[in-house]
């Protein structure tokens, strides 16, 4: 078949049901379809306007409202919402005692952040590979990195999809180690039916509303638990470590001013009007969801049978509200390089990206002594992961433009 000419035509965008982008369904260009985007419609807007129109515009009832809908959400008893997801890694990391001769172990396919928050709070991340297929941290690898200075682990439900809970849960529990999960792709996704935010075993669970994640607050994040004490330290460390509480206070005092800062704390609050638009944007959860889960059986079922491209192998006990959709190339199979495929999809008007640079390789990591080889399984994907356009308003004209880019650059025509 000769190759076919695509993505000429200008895709129809099709309005999503029952609401109107303000911005956010179409790309930001007519020409290139982007990897992410977030979706505002007027509800978002309305949301947003009340809110700078309210005597509040931070500490104010939106906080505590969108906190509550995060607890019913994930099933957690409590929830922090806090300037970004580093923010609340890093606020996870504190209310966990990390700090300097402690070992932490994460992935290194994440983004820096996941490691960051462990270097915050002076302790050392130690970096476990991946398995090949799901390409989550494999917890054989992370039992191998186990030392009598591991403290804690984080790993990162990469991509969405849930990692192998059970397996690390049991590591844990094993080695006396505290569970803060990484779960910035993955608000909406069940793991055997339980909402990530809740897991048993997990301490804390970290999210992210940056605007290519899920949902949106601008930027914005939280920490869930199910544990108060953690709760109640994760509340001060979101602001200077001050409490208003008596209970809490060293010298306790009738002064209506008074407060006592009982740790150091950062100001890491998220504004009432950024918690309008996370609440006005968690509304529209299911809808997301079911979109992204519709755009990746879609992704599965058109690409499974293009030689030389590997999907990411989902487990069924993930029930996955997918962030990212990867896709591996066979780089021997298409005797061609990652950059090569990257660029003809480019070509293509496809804008993809690469998730993640292994967090190691980055010249701070390579300064502080990590050396390349360390995980070979994550350097190897790393060669060959490329991410196709995935989000809320990419419409099925749009998908099939990228569908076909795909195939016409692995060569599926040329036969
Ligand atoms: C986006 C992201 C973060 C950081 O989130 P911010 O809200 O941008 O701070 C952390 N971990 C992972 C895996 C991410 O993708």
């Given at each position: 078949?000769?190759?076919?000419?695509?993505?000429?035509?200008?895709?129809?965008?099709?309005?999503?049901?029952?609401?109107?982008?303000v911005a956010g369904g179409i790309p930001a260009s007519?020409?290139?379809?982007?990897?992410?985007?977030?979706?505002?419609?007027?509800?978002?807007?309305?949301?947003?306007?009340?809110?700078?129109?309210?005597?509040?515009?931070?500490?104010?009832?939106?906080?505590?409202?969108?906190?509550?809908?995060?607890?019913?959400?994930?099933?957690?008893?409590?929830a922090v919402v806090v300037s970004n997801c580093t923010a609340a890694l890093h606020i996870?990391?504190?209310?966990?005692?990390?700090?300097?001769?402690?070992?932490?172990?994460t992935t290194p396919i994440t983004f820096a952040a996941s490691a960051n928050c462990i270097l915050?709070?002076?302790?050392?991340?130690?970096?476990?590979?991946?398995?090949?297929?799901?390409?989550?941290?494999?917890?054989?690898?992370?039992e191998a990195c186990i030392t009598e200075k591991t403290k804690a682990i984080i790993p990162v439900h990469y991509t969405g999809q849930a990692f192998d809970h059970d397996a690390l849960r049991e590591i844990c529990e094993k080695h006396n180690l505290i569970m803060i999960q990484d779960a910035a792709h993955a608000i909406g996704t069940?793991?055997?039916?339980?909402?990530?935010?809740?897991?048993?075993?997990?301490?804390?669970?970290?999210?992210?509303?940056?605007?290519?994640?899920?949902?949106?607050?601008?930027?914005?994040?939280?920490?869930?638990?199910?544990?108060?004490?953690?709760?109640?330290?994760?509340?001060?460390?979101?602001?200077?470590?001050i409490t208003h509480d008596r209970e809490f206070m060293a010298h306790p005092t009738d002064d209506p001013w008074y407060y006592e800062e009982l740790e150091l704390g950062y100001n890491y609050r998220m504004t009432d009007f950024q918690?309008?638009?996370?609440?006005?944007?968690?509304n529209k959860l299911p809808l997301f969801s079911e979109r992204r889960k519709e755009l990746t059986k879609r992704y599965n079922k058109e690409l499974a049978k293009v030689p030389g491209i590997i999907l990411q192998k989902e487990p069924e006990e993930s029930d996955?509200?997918?962030?990212?959709?990867?896709?591996?190339?066979?780089?021997?199979?298409?005797?061609?390089?990652?950059r090569e495929?990257?660029?003809?999809?480019?070509?293509?008007?496809?804008?993809?990206?690469?998730?993640?640079?292994?967090?190691?390789?980055?010249?701070?990591?390579?300064?502080?002594?990590?050396k390349r080889g360390l995980c070979p399984n994550a350097e190897h994907l790393y060669e060959r992961i490329m991410s196709l356009p995935l989000y809320y308003g990419l419409t099925d004209a749009q998908q099939s433009c990228v569908i076909e880019a795909v195939k016409k650059v692995a060569g599926y025509y040329r036969k």
């Open positions: 078949m000769a190759a076919k000419k695509i993505v000429t035509d200008k895709p129809k965008t099709k309005k999503a049901p029952a609401l109107a982008a007519d020409e290139m379809i982007y990897y992410g985007h977030q979706y505002i419609d007027y509800a978002d807007v309305k949301a947003v306007s009340e809110a700078l129109r309210s005597p509040y515009l931070t500490d104010g009832p939106g906080v505590e409202a969108v906190e509550k809908k995060l607890c019913e959400i994930t099933g957690a008893k409590y996870a990391c504190m209310a966990a005692g990390i700090g300097p001769g402690d070992e932490v172990i915050y709070c002076g302790a050392t991340p130690v970096f476990a590979d991946i398995d090949p297929e799901t390409y989550n941290i494999d917890p054989k690898s992370v069940k793991y055997k039916g339980q909402p990530v935010g809740s897991l048993a075993g997990a301490a804390m669970t970290c999210f992210s509303f940056h605007p290519v994640k899920t949902v949106t607050a601008g930027e914005g994040g939280a920490v869930t638990t199910d544990d108060k004490a953690l709760y109640e330290l994760l509340i001060r460390a979101r602001s200077h470590g918690a309008a638009l996370l609440s006005s944007q968690l996955t509200t997918r962030h990212l959709y990867i896709l591996q190339i066979d780089t021997d199979k298409l005797s061609c390089t990652r495929f990257f660029d003809a999809m480019m070509a293509e008007h496809i804008r993809c990206q690469v998730h993640y640079i292994p967090v190691y390789f980055h010249p701070y990591y390579e300064k502080l002594g990590y």
